[in-house]
């Protein structure tokens, strides 16, 4: 049987990652894989996070399964983080997923055995995994156009023209917030052009949302998701909680189905339970139930809270630091998107070869389509970057 399987491509995050490890220079930097890092180039374990598990270590009597969806609990509180008072509890059906991905994946599966005909419309860059998902699941993707090359921010007129073109029962795809790749993001006008364009169109949102905080601030940045949620009938949303809580490898994930109709609330929890029973049965609990114990406790809260806006500063200050060299390299205002953008990513505009030779050259690592990862650098790494640059011809 093995024998009949074809070799998978590499994943190219991954590839990136393994060379940077390999590459032998001490200076080297990594701006590759999406993990938060410090000035230190550590991913902390955050402080809150840290002292629920010591508590959680003294009070936790079983490790017996949770239920089918995880711990309700999870889903209370993410339901607050998430929506705050724009919608009532009774609309959303939620399920626990193994991380933002077990939840995008899950949220695909629900609509292919909604509707075998839907189309799921994807910006043009999206996150690979979506991509590779949906081709994995059989289910059509159609790429809309999202990001212009020349200002580097979003094309929403083509966004708009290309999402004119679905069908009633198609799905779009949005992020939530902090656009992986480009950084770049809708205005909240934007937003509810799209909103309208959907709700006019009979289409279905999608938002997965993976980066709550990074951006402008927690309820900022979840200001766009809370339109769709509180204005359209149906929605599915995928949160992770990897990196505003620090927990990747704990798998900690969401996926809910919001319909504003309550009668669907029951089919809606009984089909995210039965999702999770076919895929693996019980989610995992442990960083679900950290991520619960802080958004319930008000010291927990309020550190974590801050520890979030510390990152998000941070990187902010990094955008503005960065953008402020390359002008005074340049001679102009050419990359000022870069403290427009938000998030940990911005997609610099480097062509593939440029990011090779600033690879060969100065040992810094990047995607091939010039994403960086904001938070690999540092104060003394970012007139490197801005050099190695200029010097690429970018
Ligand atoms: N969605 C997007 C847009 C992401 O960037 C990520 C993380 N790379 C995820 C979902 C899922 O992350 P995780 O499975 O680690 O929670």
């Given at each position: 049987?093995?024998?009949?399987?074809?070799?998978?491509?590499?994943?190219?995050?991954?590839?990136?990652?393994?060379?940077?490890?390999?590459?032998?220079?001490?200076?080297?930097?990594?701006l590759?894989?999406?993990?938060?890092?410090?000035?230190?180039?550590?991913?902390?374990?955050?402080?809150?996070?840290?002292?629920?598990?010591?508590?959680?270590?003294e009070?936790?009597?079983?490790k017996?399964?949770?239920?089918?969806?995880?711990?309700v609990?999870?889903?209370?509180?993410?339901?607050?983080?998430?929506?705050?008072?724009?919608?009532?509890?009774?609309?959303?059906?939620?399920?626990?997923?193994?991380?933002?991905?077990?939840?995008v994946?899950?949220?695909?599966?629900?609509?292919?055995?909604?509707n075998?005909?839907?189309?799921?419309?994807?910006?043009?860059?999206?996150w690979?995994?979506?991509?590779?998902?949906?081709?994995?699941?059989?289910?059509?993707?159609?790429?809309?156009?999202?990001?212009?090359?020349?200002?580097?921010?979003?094309?929403?007129?083509?966004?708009?023209?290309?999402?004119?073109?679905?069908?009633?029962?198609?799905?779009?795809?949005?992020?939530?917030?902090?656009?992986?790749?480009?950084?770049?993001?809708?205005t909240?006008?934007?937003?509810?052009?799209v909103?309208?364009?959907?709700?006019?169109?009979?289409?279905?949102p999608?938002?997965?949302?993976a980066y709550?905080?990074?951006?402008?601030?927690?309820?900022?940045?979840?200001?766009?998701?809370?339109?769709?949620?509180?204005?359209m009938?149906?929605?599915?949303?995928?949160?992770?909680?990897?990196k505003?809580?620090?927990?990747?490898?704990?798998?900690?994930?969401?996926?809910?189905?919001?319909?504003?109709?309550?009668?669907?609330?029951?089919?809606?929890?009984?089909?995210?339970?039965?999702?999770?029973?076919?895929?693996?049965?019980?989610?995992?609990?442990?960083?679900?139930?950290?991520v619960?114990?802080?958004?319930?406790?008000?010291?927990?809260?309020?550190?974590?809270?801050?520890?979030?806006?510390?990152?998000?500063?941070?990187?902010?200050?990094?955008?503005v630091?960065?953008?402020?060299?390359?002008?005074?390299?340049?001679?102009?205002?050419?990359?000022?998107?870069?403290?427009?953008?938000?998030?940990m990513f911005?997609?610099?505009?480097?062509?593939?070869?440029?990011?090779?030779?600033?690879?060969?050259?100065?040992?810094?690592?990047?995607?091939g389509?010039?994403?960086?990862?904001?938070?690999?650098?540092?104060?003394?790494?970012?007139p490197?970057?801005?050099?190695?640059?200029?010097?690429?011809?970018?």
């Amino acid at each position: 049987m093995f024998e009949l399987l074809k070799e998978q491509p590499a994943d190219k995050i991954l590839m990136l990652m393994q060379a940077y490890r390999e590459d032998p220079r001490e200076q080297k930097v990594d701006l590759g894989v999406g993990v938060y890092k410090n000035a230190d180039g550590k991913t902390p374990i955050m402080r809150a996070i840290k002292t629920a598990e010591k508590q959680l270590w003294e009070i936790e009597e079983t490790k017996s399964y949770t239920g089918l969806a995880g711990d309700v609990g999870f889903a209370d509180a993410m339901f607050g983080l998430l929506y705050g008072d724009t919608i009532k509890r009774e609309t959303v059906a939620a399920a626990a997923t193994p991380g933002g991905t077990g939840a995008v994946r899950q949220g695909f599966d629900m609509i292919r055995m909604a509707n075998r005909e839907a189309r799921v419309f994807v910006s043009d860059p999206s996150w690979p995994n979506h991509i590779t998902m949906l081709k994995h699941l059989g289910i059509e993707m159609v790429p809309y156009r999202y990001f212009d090359s020349e200002t580097r921010s979003v094309d929403f007129e083509g966004m708009m023209a290309d999402l004119g073109t679905a069908k009633p029962g198609d799905v779009v795809l949005l992020h939530g917030c902090c656009h992986n790749p480009t950084g770049a993001n809708l205005t909240l006008d934007q937003w509810q052009a799209v909103i309208d364009l959907m709700t006019r169109n009979g289409l279905v949102p999608m938002v997965d949302i993976a980066y709550q905080g990074f951006g402008d601030g927690l309820e900022e940045d979840a200001a766009g998701l809370r339109m769709v949620v509180s204005q359209m009938p149906e929605a599915l949303v995928a949160a992770s909680c990897s990196k505003n809580f620090g927990v990747y490898r704990e798998r900690t994930g969401l996926l809910m189905a919001v319909a504003q109709d309550p009668a669907r609330l029951k089919v809606n929890q009984g089909m995210l339970n039965h999702l999770n029973r076919q895929n693996f049965s019980f989610p995992p609990d442990h960083g679900a139930r950290l991520v619960t114990m802080v958004l319930n406790d008000a010291a927990l809260r309020a550190d974590w809270e801050e520890e979030v806006r510390e990152i998000r500063e941070g990187v902010l200050a990094l955008r503005v630091q960065l953008a402020d060299e390359l002008r005074r390299l340049t001679n102009s205002d050419r990359f000022d998107f870069v403290k427009q953008h938000r998030g940990m990513f911005s997609r610099l505009g480097a062509t593939p070869e440029q990011v090779e030779k600033m690879r060969v050259d100065n040992g810094i690592y990047m995607v091939g389509d010039s994403r960086i990862n904001v938070a690999g650098l540092n104060a003394r790494t970012v007139p490197v970057l801005a050099k190695a640059l200029v010097d690429a011809g970018a």
